[in-house]
């Protein structure tokens, strides 16, 4: 399984999907704002996520609302995703499985 991170922001602890996953692999970092035309930014997010496989790998929804939203179309044009969502109780991420409709 590969773990797509959206947006590292700096300020979050992924050390919890090191239990899920050793190959984690983050598609921009904070000093990649999305500001005016995003058309090389949509290409380097796309790159990273060429080889994505809807029934292995996960993404983990952090960031820029732009950066979510391309993601979650790239994925979504692959025949769906799982999304993990952190669980403030548990302190663990939960896997949600999301298919194209």
Same mark, same amino acid.
């Given at each position: 399984? !590969?773990?797509? /991170?959206?947006?590292?922001? +700096?300020?979050?602890?992924? @050390? =919890? %999907? %090191?239990? *899920?996953?050793?190959? /984690?692999?983050?598609? @921009?970092?904070?000093?990649? =704002? !999305?500001?005016?035309?995003?058309?090389?930014?949509?290409? $380097? /997010?796309? #790159? $990273?996520?060429?080889?994505?496989?809807?029934? $292995?790998? #996960?993404?983990? %929804?952090? +960031?820029?609302? !732009?950066? /979510? +939203? !391309? #993601? *979650?179309?790239?994925?979504?044009?692959? +025949?769906?995703? @799982?999304?993990? $969502?952190?669980?403030?109780? @548990?302190?663990?991420?939960? =896997?949600?499985?999301?298919?194209?409709?």
């Amino acid at each position: 399984m !590969v773990i797509y /991170i959206i947006q590292d922001d +700096g300020n979050k602890n992924f @050390t =919890p %999907l %090191l239990s *899920m996953s050793n190959n /984690i692999v983050i598609l @921009t970092n904070r000093d990649c =704002p !999305v500001i005016g035309d995003a058309s090389d930014h949509l290409d $380097k /997010i796309r #790159a $990273k996520l060429k080889h994505f496989e809807p029934e $292995k790998d #996960a993404l983990v %929804l952090v +960031g820029d609302p !732009v950066n /979510i +939203g !391309v #993601a *979650m179309h790239e994925v979504m044009m692959k +025949g769906g995703a @799982t999304v993990l $969502k952190w669980d403030r109780q @548990t302190r663990n991420y939960l =896997p949600i499985k999301l298919k194209e409709i």
